[in-house]
């Protein structure tokens, strides 16, 4: 199969900062149902840009549209996770709806930060999203990543943040191969160490132990209700989002969910 493969297209928000976009799509004049990745890992790298899972899509019969997140490798802006989702993601679905060779109906993929850019596009309720599949996704960036029973989570939330420092924060400023940020826990407190010196959303994280208004504005699970596409969400029992899964679940159903319900059955 011919493929058509347009890189780093730079995509406008609302506020003008471009997001660096890849569309892959097959050789043919024929608007096709698109599938959407957003992702903090950078889009390029070989883990994502040589997936067997690209081809497989495109053979399908649909478009791959994968997308840097705000202020991460090649997109534009400063990165604050989580806070920035919900509305650069309706935009690029948005964008997207709007291109001659989408035909309107729009779905999402993604595991982990990518299950939760998702949930934050679903929750502005953007026209032709239709589906989600998330896969071992957070319900809100307090308890598992940072947080877990209401213990800093040193592994998750410094060794996660210190990755995205050096990665994408630090190397907008300076060369990251000669001033990286260790990820150091033996000076105490942990506000005094140089990642929350350098970076203020590790320094929040830290100032803020407990469920507040902080995480609450950031958190999937405070609009369960506005959630009304059908999601196929997949987690596994030792996976480090299970409880998050698993709340995705419930609560969406409880509160939003869509009036599409599938159900596969045993012959």
């Known amino acids: 199969m011919k493929l058509t493969i347009e890189k780093d297209i730079m995509v406008p928000m609302r506020d003008n900062v471009s997001l660096a976009t890849d569309i892959y799509r097959p050789d043919t004049n024929e608007p096709l149902p698109t599938l959407i990745r957003r992702l903090p890992y950078n889009k390029n790298s070989t883990k994502y840009i040589s997936s067997p899972e690209i081809l497989k899509i495109v053979q399908?019969?649909?478009?791959?549209?994968?997308?840097?997140?705000?202020?991460?490798?090649?997109?534009?802006?400063?990165?604050?996770?989580?806070?920035?989702?919900?509305?650069?993601?309706?935009?690029?679905?948005?964008?997207?709806?709007?291109?001659?060779?989408?035909?309107?109906?729009?779905?999402?993929?993604?595991?982990?930060?990518?299950?939760?850019?998702?949930?934050?596009?679903?929750?502005?309720?953007?026209?032709?999203?239709?589906?989600?599949?998330?896969?071992?996704?957070?319900?809100?960036?307090?308890?598992?990543?940072?947080?877990?029973?209401?213990?800093?989570?040193?592994?998750?939330?410094?060794?996660?943040?210190?990755?995205?420092?050096?990665?994408?924060?630090?190397?907008?400023?300076?060369?990251?191969?000669?001033?990286?940020?260790?990820?150091?826990?033996?000076?105490?407190?942990?506000?005094?160490?140089?990642?929350?010196?350098?970076?203020?959303?590790?320094?929040?994280?830290l100032n803020h132990p407990s469920y507040d208004d902080y995480w609450k504005t950031a958190a999937i699970r405070e609009h369960y209700d506005k959630v009304t596409v059908p999601v196929l969400h997949i987690g596994g029992w030792y996976d480090i989002f299970l409880n998050g899964t698993l709340d995705n679940y419930q609560g969406i159903t409880k509160r939003g969910g869509s009036q599409i319900v599938l159900v596969k059955t045993k012959d």
């Open 60 to 205: 399908a019969g649909y478009i791959y549209v994968v997308q840097d997140v705000r202020g991460t490798a090649s997109s534009e802006g400063e990165f604050i996770p989580f806070f920035q989702e919900p509305e650069d993601g309706e935009d690029l679905i948005n964008w997207v709806r709007q291109q001659p060779w989408c035909n309107g109906k729009i779905g999402m993929i993604g595991r982990s930060y990518h299950g939760a850019t998702q949930l934050f596009a679903a929750q502005k309720q953007p026209d032709g999203l239709c589906v989600m599949i998330t896969e071992v996704t957070p319900a809100d960036a307090f308890e598992g990543l940072t947080y877990r029973g209401g213990a800093l989570q040193l592994a998750g939330a410094t060794g996660w943040a210190t990755r995205m420092f050096n990665n994408h924060v630090l190397s907008r400023y300076v060369k990251q191969d000669k001033n990286k940020i260790a990820f150091d826990v033996d000076s105490l407190p942990l506000v005094n160490t140089p990642l929350a010196k350098a970076w203020k959303v590790y320094k929040d994280w």
